[in-house]
């Protein structure tokens, strides 16, 4: 089992610029959670779905930020405009169940 | 109300010490306490996880303490290592709900 898969894992940006984060899950999970990790704010779940659905978007911060999952492998999250502040690690994670949630490594943003 | 509490935010331990970090929530309807272990670099990993029908895990030099009439739970590390030192999270959720609730992490230092 290769894990859950990160893309790219490191990006640097401009400000103004669209950034696309993708993520694989482990196959057979039927949940997909998206987190941000700063020093500042700690891992914050950012948005998760269940069965390709979104079930709980209320840490997205602004409509600056979307996800899609349009099928039980792959889903992205997308910044538009990117902004400093957004600079972060974003972690995919997916489960099956309510049980261990399996992260992926990461992928560190930097705009600048 | 979905708060959990970490403490402390860092800690140093000498080598073959024990290690200690606490946690505390609010909310009564938590079931399930992870505590996930983060190494530069990388992404959370489970590393231990209790149920409230117990009030003491151990795996290996693990453990986790439960005392669910005070709303809090530990982990002890026995026998600290230098490989131990990297950063641990506490984390909580309710019963048939996926989403974690985390803490804010303890990055742990073991020094020989």
């Known amino acids: 089992d290769a894990g859950v898969i990160q893309s790219p894992r490191h990006e640097v940006t401009e400000m103004g610029q669209e950034v696309t984060l993708r993520c694989k899950p482990i196959?057979?999970?039927?949940?997909l959670f998206w987190y941000r990790q700063t020093m500042m704010r700690g891992l914050e779940l950012l948005i998760y779905f269940n069965n390709n659905v979104p079930i709980d978007d209320s840490g997205m911060p602004e409509d600056r930020f979307s996800a899609k999952m349009p099928n039980a492998s792959f889903s992205t999250l997308k910044i538009q405009p990117s902004e400093p502040r957004d600079s972060a690690v974003y972690f995919c994670?997916?489960?099956?169940?309510?049980?261990?949630?399996?992260f992926g490594p990461g992928t560190r943003l930097t705009v600048t | 109300q979905q708060q959990v509490k970490q403490s402390p935010q860092s800690l140093i331990v000498q080598k073959g010490g024990i290690s200690i970090i606490n946690c505390a929530y609010e909310n009564t309807a938590f079931d399930y306490f992870p505590w996930y272990q983060q190494f530069p670099g990388k992404g959370p990993a489970l590393l231990i996880a209790?149920?409230?029908?117990?009030s003491e895990k151990k795996e290996g030099r693990f453990t986790i303490s439960f005392n669910k009439s005070a709303k809090q739970f530990s982990l002890h590390i026995m026998d600290s290592q230098p490989g131990d030192s990297a950063t641990y999270f506490c984390?909580?959720?309710?019963?048939?709900?996926?989403?974690?609730?985390f803490g804010t992490g303890t990055r742990l230092t073991i020094i020989p």
């Open positions: 994670a997916s489960t099956i169940g309510t049980g261990e949630q399996y």
């Open positions: 209790i149920r409230p029908d117990v």
């Open positions: 984390a909580a959720s309710g019963f048939g709900n996926e989403k974690l609730t």
């Open positions: 196959s057979g999970h039927n949940s």
